[in-house]
């Protein structure tokens, strides 16, 4: 988190954000020289008709396309090797992931398992995905997992109940296509949840060990917009303002968190959506407050700027006082946008299912990013306080 701290980022090629950016995938396909894609997407965004929005698009244009919707939230090893399949049968030159987080992610596996060998947990982070499939072109529907600026994925494995992290150049999209209007149909939960995993991908690179100023840039940036419009896009879904905002947001983040690395919250996110099915941008809203108090007296100085961007606090705060009403801040956000815990979901964990998800976030790397490293015990007692 020094000046001295050497930067490394990574990006797509092709960058276009606003109303009407998706619309432009025939002309960007054809800058780009690819002729058949593949549409990796889910049933949902299908039966909502936002594809048929691409593919008339495509139809115009002439090129040939094909359709995998087998997508499912918190996509598989089985749901990539499914896609993989419809791949290879295709002879497509390139893959539109269309959707959230889970297409987007699936859609990044299936072109690099296309040309790298054996099984996509044999890839799992730290390692580096560097030999590139087909070029990727991310079409994100929602505004927050930034996962087509990133050079991350994330898998579960249907073996035994695991999230894993996938990085590299072979994780980074070609281009990628930000077209707010497609979070207007968004019901209040998934807005609330995808706007809050976008703050917390804003807050984990602005304070993780791994910071940079120019990831600084996009954290800063990114944190207000979210918090000044969130509340209105969750009572309002036609409000295009926020709902601009929030995307543009989640973008932001993106370029943040995929440079600088995500921390505690994430690491310990990953189990819970993997062994109780819980959506990752909740699990993440559950854990923010409670791990953002952890962890704020090892790095005082970031957590309260994080809070006087945000109008938590006032400039003339303190250090610690402006840290203590980020906590109470981000604890009045989940108030606000309802955030359960697990138990009102009716989720229960036993002390060895505790161990277990400690045991998986410390192996995950991410919470060895986070301004305090916690311990494997310290892990199980955060999970106990948001239970």
């Not at 929602?142 to 035994?160: F, K, L, N, P, Y």
């Not at 994430?266 to 791990?291: E, K, T």
């Not at 036993?350 to 892990?379: C, F, H, K, W, Y």
Request: aromatic fraction near 6%; hydrophobic fraction near 40%; include cysteine.
């Amino acid at each position: 988190m020094t000046t001295e701290t050497l930067g490394r980022v990574q990006s797509p090629r092709i960058i276009r954000i606003g109303r009407g950016a998706a619309l432009e995938v025939a002309e960007v396909l054809k800058q780009l020289g690819l002729s058949r894609p593949l549409i990796v997407t889910d049933a949902g965004l299908v039966a909502l008709g936002h594809v048929a929005r691409i593919t008339d698009v495509l139809d115009q244009a002439a090129p040939p396309w094909g359709l995998f919707d087998g997508v499912t939230p918190d996509p598989t090893d089985a749901c990539v090797d499914q896609g993989l399949t419809a791949f290879r049968e295709g002879r497509y030159d390139c893959i539109i992931g269309f959707g959230g987080g889970s297409p987007m992610d699936a859609a990044k596996a299936i072109s690099f398992m296309a040309v790298n060998p054996g099984h996509v947990r044999d890839y799992k982070a730290p390692a580096q995905i560097d030999r590139c499939g087909v070029p990727v072109i991310c079409i994100p529907t929602t505004g927050g997992t930034g996962s087509e600026m990133t050079r991350w994925c994330v898998i579960t494995d249907t073996t035994a109940p695991e999230k894993y992290n996938l990085s590299g150049l072979a994780c980074v999209a070609t281009a990628a296509l930000i077209d707010w209007s497609f979070t207007t149909t968004l019901p209040a939960r998934i807005t609330a949840d995808t706007a809050v995993d976008s703050l917390t991908h804003a807050i984990e690179a602005y304070v993780s060990r791994k910071a940079h100023p120019y990831t600084d840039g996009f954290a800063l940036h990114a944190m207000p917009l979210i918090t000044s419009h969130v509340r209105r896009a969750y009572a309002d879904p036609d409000d295009a303002e926020a709902r601009e905002a929030l995307m543009r947001a989640a973008s932001l983040a993106g370029m943040a968190f995929s440079n600088a690395s995500v921390a505690l919250v994430h690491g310990m996110s990953r189990p819970i959506g993997a062994h109780f099915h819980v959506a990752h941008g909740l699990s993440n809203a559950m854990l923010l407050p409670a791990v953002t108090a952890f962890s704020v007296g090892h790095a005082q100085a970031r957590y309260a700027t994080c809070a006087r961007v945000m109008g938590m606090a006032k400039d003339k705060d303190t250090d610690k006082t402006a840290c203590s009403k980020l906590v109470e801040g981000l604890t009045l956000l989940n108030t606000d946008l309802h955030v359960p815990t697990p138990s009102d979901l009716g989720h229960k964990a036993s002390p060895d299912m505790l161990a277990l998800m400690a045991d998986q976030a410390l192996a995950s790397g991410s919470p060895q990013n986070n301004p305090r490293v916690p311990t494997g015990a310290e892990i199980i007692s955060l999970y106990q306080d948001i239970w």
